[in-house]
Nanobody, 124 residues
Framework: VQLQASGGGLVQAGGSLRLSCVAS????????IGWYRQAPGKGREGVAC????????WYADAVKGRFTISRDIAKNIVYLQMNSLKPDDTAVYYC??????????????????WGQGTQVTVSS
């Protein structure tokens, strides 16, 4: 599985960014795909996930109401629209996939595959 993320950058608090992830190589139709983040000195934090079969979504409490995950099935792209960004959102964001549990344990920080990260920096 290959996961190619892009779209990070520097933004002021209250601003918006959209991350994209081009995914390929899945051998199963059942998987969860989404994003986790890792800030300096901290562990992985699941951010958002979408299920491949029913498009059900999961969000971390810290981003609910501000972030939206979606996907373009035809293009195999997953998006993370991030609005009302806060300095606490500063982290490296990774696109990841879970084909073991279909993303049902996204908050657990265990994923089957992930791509290179993209830096998101929110200034106050």
């Amino acid at each position: 599985v290959q996961l190619q993320a892009s779209g990070g950058g520097l933004v002021q608090a209250g601003g918006s960014l959209r991350l994209s992830c081009v995914a390929s190589g899945f051998t199963s139709d059942y998987y969860g795909i989404g994003w986790y983040r890792q800030a300096p000195g901290k562990g992985r934090e699941g951010v958002a996930c979408i299920n491949s079969l029913d498009s059900s979504t999961w969000y971390a409490d810290a981003v609910k109401g501000r972030f939206t995950i979606s996907r373009d099935i035809a293009k195999n792209i997953v998006y993370l629209q991030m609005n009302s960004l806060k300095p606490d959102d500063t982290a490296v964001y990774y696109c990841a996939a879970d084909w073991t549990y279909g993303g049902k344990n996204w908050s657990g920080g265990v994923y089957d595959g992930w791509g290179q990260g993209t830096q998101v920096t929110v200034s106050s």
